[in-house]
């Protein structure tokens, strides 16, 4: 039960959710709810009021086009695993989606909530980084855009302004022979990654390793990108043990966490069976 008082706003456009966030200092969004509910209910959130951008139709579409794809905010986790553009061209981004929660959270919870909301174990801030989507925010002084590697700078916290509304994710198209892929060991109840790798990664003509991109959620504070794996990659003939060394740097220069799901040895091990997983899954849809 929420014991508070509070008012409730539904605008129907981005413009007029801005203009009510901007009249109510201490207002919040609410999209899916997932995350704000429960804080809600145990009285560790208490704001004025709420926003609700649930009726903005643009927020709910996934557009495709020759640049890559544009997915709105309140598209769900469910839309995005389901939608064959990004299943083809985007399927580390899909198969991150796919691993979210459960049933009825993948069906009610949005892209745009979680990323927004920047849980250091969610699942496709990874996809997006390694992607290196940019996110559109909309505010009082119009829109800027935010790359996914600036976006997350803090547990639970984000480059975005209090006053700004994250409208939609745009991913890049990719070049020919690219292939990407999730993987997660998820925790056994609340199925948040204890650790999640998302891979990008591009071949050459002769098979030979031309870029990759490798991001890690759930392991530090942030999601991050994995420079000195991908580095390592590069060049390589991306085979078993190209794959495997380079993942073993995955989580170099990073403090992991330790708590009860996972201590930091654990997790840094965790880090490198999975980095190599996504990696070599990444590679085999790349040749495919």
């Known amino acids: 039960m929420i014991v508070a008082e ?3 706003r539904s605008p129907a456009s ?3 959710a801005v203009r009510l966030l901007a009249a109510s200092p201490d207002a919040k969004l609410i999209a899916g709810g997932h995350s704000l509910i429960p804080l809600l209910k145990l009285g560790l959130a208490a704001p004025s009021g709420l926003v609700d951008i649930g009726r903005i139709a643009e927020l709910h579409a996934i557009r495709p086009g020759k640049d890559g794809v544009t997915i709105g905010a309140l598209v769900t986790h469910q839309q995005v695993a389901d939608d064959a553009s990004v299943r083809r061209s985007f399927a ?3 198969d991150a989606a796919a691993e979210v929660g459960d ?3 993948r069906g009610r919870g949005t892209i745009g909530g979680s990323l927004a909301h920047a849980d250091p174990s969610a ?3 990874a996809a997006v980084l390694a992607f290196d989507a940019t996110i559109r925010a909309v505010g009082p ?3 800027r855009t935010i790359a996914a590697r600036d976006l997350f700078v803090g547990a639970l916290e984000t480059a975005l302004r209090r006053d700004e509304i994250l409208a939609d994710v745009h991913v890049p198209s990719l070049p020919e022979r690219t292939g990407s892929a999730y993987v997660k060991f998820p925790h056994p109840a609340s199925r948040f990654a204890v650790v999640g790798v998302a891979a990008v990664v591009t071949l050459k003509k002769d098979g030979i390793v031309e870029r990759a991109a490798v991001a890690v ?3 530090s504070d942030t999601a991050y990108r994995a420079t000195a794996c991908e580095k390592a990659l590069a060049g390589t003939k991306g085979d078993r043990a190209a794959a495997e060394a380079a993942a073993a740097k995955a989580t170099e220069g990073k403090r992991m966490l330790s708590d009860l799901a996972a201590s930091a040895e654990y997790r840094a091990h965790l ?3 999975f980095a190599r997983r996504a990696i070599e899954r990444a590679i085999e849809r790349a040749r495919a």
Do not use: F, H, I, S
């Open 123 to 125: 699942d496709e801030p």
């Open 141 to 143: 002084k119009g829109e």
């Open 271 to 273: 880090v490198a069976v």
């Open 217 to 219: 959620t759930g392991a």
């Open 6 to 8: 509070l008012t409730y």
């Open 14 to 16: 981005l413009e007029e």
């Open 103 to 105: 049933m009825q959270v």
């Open 92 to 94: 580390a981004l899909a």
